[in-house]
């Protein structure tokens, strides 16, 4: 107590502050200030580097299966959800009216060819009856200038009254019949050649017709084969809509095939959080439907736009009042195989994704 403590009896003593206290106080201060160097320190050397999304989702290039002809479904091979191989069986649709159109173009085949066949005979025995009727022409020619040969031999005696008009009469008369003969003959020439021209053009047009018929052939054998369907895709079958008895149009969706073993992650990430972004970086992902997992992935690739670019309806800035808006970029993730084989992704789940823009783990597959 000191002397004015004394003096003044309503002053009362200060109590004594306790060393373990005081020592708790500075050990809490000073590990507080240890914290906040070390959070400091992290975030200096990696927090600060990190870029996060919760805007992301697992994708797949999936196959959305359609019919390539009309026909009715006559069987369903898989069911919902199976998980089906390439090369595996899907759907068969009704072959036989492909069938018959086959077989009735095989039988135009066989017209063709036989009306082809038919044609060059007949063509072969018309070109010999206009050998035949070049070489009556000839005799007829031959015959019409004897004829005038005589003509002109006997008028000048029939003029000096040498030989009788009778004669000459009858020279003149055979000389006419001998002309008729000739055009006669030039005519069917004609008649026969016109003939020739017209067989040949059926030859062609026969041959046309085969080649028609070849090609409906082979339309109807594609036909017949793509009467079913197959998975040209691995993976497991989704959203299946085709039904037995179904009737179904060219384009007709059937089913789609997911393939499940070729997963990848689209993040959209803010357009201020890319300028440090590059294929190649290592990324963090928390999937939501397992939220005590971590998985690792890399960057494959950054979209060549932003996701407003490509929709189906793109804004346009140029009319109206504007309002900025952060415009979105989709970054494509190549995922590493789940840590446990008894997880599996599926198109369209959540995920939060943490790139770390300061490493280069690998190379984005080509």
Not at 11 to 25: E, N, Q, S, V
Not at 159 to 171: H, K, P
Not at 199 to 213: V, Y
Request: glycine share 6%; hydrophobic share 40%.
């Amino acid at each position: 107590m000191t002397a004015h403590q004394a003096l003044d009896p309503s002053i009362k003593a200060r109590p004594k502050r306790k060393p373990g206290k005081t020592l708790a106080l500075g050990v809490l201060g000073l590990g507080a200030l240890m914290g906040a160097a070390v959070w400091a320190g992290q975030w200096w050397s990696v927090g600060r580097f990190i870029e996060s999304t919760n805007d992301a989702y697992l994708q797949a290039d999936s196959l959305s299966v359609a019919a390539k002809i009309s026909g009715t479904v006559s069987e369903v091979y898989v069911s919902d959800n199976q998980t089906v191989s390439v090369g595996q069986p899907l759907v068969r649709l009704d072959v036989r009216p492909y069938q018959a159109a086959r077989e009735k173009s095989e039988a135009a085949i066989r017209a063709a060819e036989a009306d082809i066949a038919r044609g060059e005979a007949e063509l072969e025995q018309q070109g010999a009856s206009i050998a035949q009727v070049q070489a009556q022409l000839e005799g007829e020619s031959a015959n019409e200038q004897y004829a005038a040969a005589q003509v002109k031999r006997y008028a000048p005696l029939a003029q000096s009254g040498a030989e009788t008009q009778e004669r000459m009469a009858e020279l003149r008369n055979a000389l006419r019949q001998a002309s008729a003969q000739r055009a006669a003959q030039a005519a069917a020439l004609n008649v026969a050649q016109h003939q020739l021209h017209t067989q040949r053009a059926a030859i062609e047009q026969a041959r046309a017709q085969l080649a028609s018929a070849q090609a409906s052939t082979r339309q109807s054998r594609l036909d017949e084969q793509d009467t079913v369907v197959y998975s040209t895709l691995a993976g497991r079958v989704g959203s299946r809509s085709v039904r037995v008895g179904q009737y179904l149009q060219p384009g007709t969706r059937l089913l789609t095939i997911v393939p499940l073993s070729e997963l990848y992650l689209t993040a959209n990430f803010k357009e201020t959080q890319i300028e440090r972004m590059h294929p190649g970086q290592a990324v963090a992902v928390h999937i939501d439907a397992w939220p005590g997992v971590k998985f690792e992935g890399v960057v494959e690739s950054l979209s060549p736009g932003t996701g407003s670019q490509f929709a189906l309806l793109p804004s346009n800035n140029a009319t109206g009042n504007f309002t900025k808006i952060v415009q979105r970029v989709p970054v494509r993730i190549h995922l590493q195989a789940p840590p446990d084989a008894s997880i599996e992704w599926l198109p369209g789940l959540s995920a939060t994704v943490d790139v770390d823009t300061n490493s280069i783990v690998a190379q984005p597959r080509g």
